[in-house]
């Protein structure tokens, strides 16, 4: 039963463009969301969160969108830089889960030169 | 921004051995830390959570028998992998979560372990 999904696991995009990463969830008590990035051998690292109070967060060139009733957030890269490319998973907690993260199976990001 | 580390960062042994893996936090106290697998190219799986000062809760399908977690002090959590096997070999990252906080949550940098 795969609560958080990541449908794509691969994604390649030119430098300077756009990247937009998918995640969907099935949990209703989520509460809160995270994206992490990954090197491999490596622990993820934080990126950004959501409350699900909000509907858009911003960080210089990362944005995270929430859509609760459709049970669907989005990061979005721009623009994108070849450093970027790493795997990016999504991650999503409940209140009453003690900080429990449940994770998506992450989604490859290539940014071409 | 806080600072988990895990040791050792690799691994080496053969079948039937135990190993032991550390996490610690750094710079802050940690009531809660989370250990996690990743096989290659898959997702992080939570195996449990480790609470200071009382027995950690594993997630359903994780052996507590074989992966032992104690939660010494409020810096500091172990896992071992007793009489390893090589379907264990993967990587192994904690978590620790600073006082209460859901938001927030940093990883150690990983330990791979081979089992030969």
């Known amino acids: 039963d795969q609560q958080v999904k990541q449908n794509s696991p691969s994604l390649s995009v030119q430098e300077g463009r756009i990247s937009i990463l998918n995640c969907d969830y099935t949990?209703?008590?989520?509460?809160?969301f995270l994206w992490y990035k990954k090197y491999p051998a490596e622990g993820p690292t934080f990126l950004i969160s959501?409350?699900?109070?909000?509907d858009k967060n911003e960080d210089g060139r990362f944005t995270v969108f929430l859509n609760k009733s459709a049970k669907h957030l989005s990061l979005h890269i721009v623009p994108s830089q070849p450093g970027d490319s790493a795997v990016y998973f999504c991650a999503a907690s409940a209140n009453n889960q003690g900080g429990k993260l449940i994770f998506g199976q992450g989604t490859e990001l290539s940014v071409k030169p | 921004g806080a600072v988990v580390s895990q040791h050792p960062s690799w691994v080496i042994c053969k079948s039937g051995t135990s190993v032991k893996i550390e996490c610690r936090s750094l710079?802050?106290?940690?009531?809660?830390m989370f250990w996690y697998r990743q096989f290659p190219k898959q997702s992080l799986m939570l195996m449990a959570t480790s609470n200071e000062g009382s027995k950690a809760t594993y997630e359903q399908g994780v052996e507590k028998d074989k992966f032992l977690i104690n939660h010494a002090s409020l810096t500091l959590s172990t896992l071992t992998v007793t009489s390893a096997h090589p379907e264990d070999s993967s990587f192994y990252i904690c978590?620790?979560?600073?006082?209460?906080?859901?938001?927030?949550?940093?990883f150690g940098p990983g330990t791979r372990l081979l089992v030969l």
């Open positions: 710079d802050f106290q940690a009531t809660t």
């Open positions: 978590s620790a979560n600073p006082w209460g906080v859901q938001e927030t949550q940093y």
């Open positions: 959501i409350s699900s109070i909000k």
């Open positions: 949990n209703s008590m989520f509460d809160y």
